[in-house]
C-alpha cells in the first residue's frame, strides 16, 4: 500500500491554547501533520525557513501581525500556502490567503 504524503503545516499564535487545539485538530486528521508552533512573527520566520510548510496558519494577534514583529512580506506570510485570520473591532472574523 502506498503511503500518501500528509499537508505539512506550521501555526502562527501568540495563545498557546489556541496553538495547542488548532494541532490537535490538524494532527487528527490522516491527510495533515502540524510541523512546528511559533508564537511570535520572528519565530515564525525562523520556523517558517527550517521546515518549509506547506500552508501557515496565522492567527491575529499582536504578535503576530504587522505591528508586532516578523516581516509581512515574508514567504511565511504571502506563500500561497499562508493563512491569516482577520478579527474586526465587531467581532467578525475572515480569512486572507498569500495566493
Do not use: F, W
Amino acid at each position: 500500500m502506498s503511503e500518501t504524503r500528509k499537508i505539512r503545516v506550521l501555526i502562527v499564535d501568540d495563545h498557546p491554547l489556541m496553538r495547542v487545539g488548532v494541532a490537535a485538530i490538524i494532527d487528527g486528521q490522516a491527510t495533515m501533520m502540524t510541523v512546528a508552533q511559533a508564537s511570535t512573527g520572528e519565530e515564525a520566520i525562523e520556523l517558517y525557513e527550517q521546515h518549509r510548510p506547506d500552508i501557515t496558519l496565522i492567527g491575529s494577534s499582536p504578535a503576530t501581525d504587522e505591528r508586532g514583529g516578523g516581516d509581512s512580506h515574508h514567504p511565511a506570510a504571502t506563500s500561497p500556502g499562508a493563512i491569516r485570520c482577520v478579527n474586526d473591532l465587531r467581532g467578525r472574523r475572515g480569512y486572507s490567503s498569500g495566493a
